[in-house]
């Protein structure tokens, strides 16, 4: 999915396009992956920051709580990019979603991703 934002933290992130999303377990009304059986996934992210000389932090949130996290820093230059991925334990109708932490956003479609899938069920 594509993200868009004019955020400041404490807020999860928001989807503006999705390109790809089989069986439909993504809410792009809430932008929250539901987890549809019990498995390991696998997540990645890369938030682009534009313009903006704050530190931001983005977390993948499980559940309500952060599982994994990246900063993008507060260098003076255009764009800079919050990136990470990670494998997580889901258990059926389980929520993951992202959360910007720190910092304020505002940019654009198509620089910043979402991916999540289920790479073996258990």
Known sequence: MYLKWCICADWSLSSLGILVNVGSHFDPARSIFVAPRKGVYSFSFHVVKVYNRQTIQVSLVL????????FAGDQDVTREAA?????????RGDKAYLKLERGNLMGGWKYSTFSGFLVFPL
């Open 63 to 70: 559940n309500g709580w952060p599982v994994i996290s990246a």
């Open 83 to 91: 990136t990470n991925a990670g494998l997580v334990m889901m258990e």
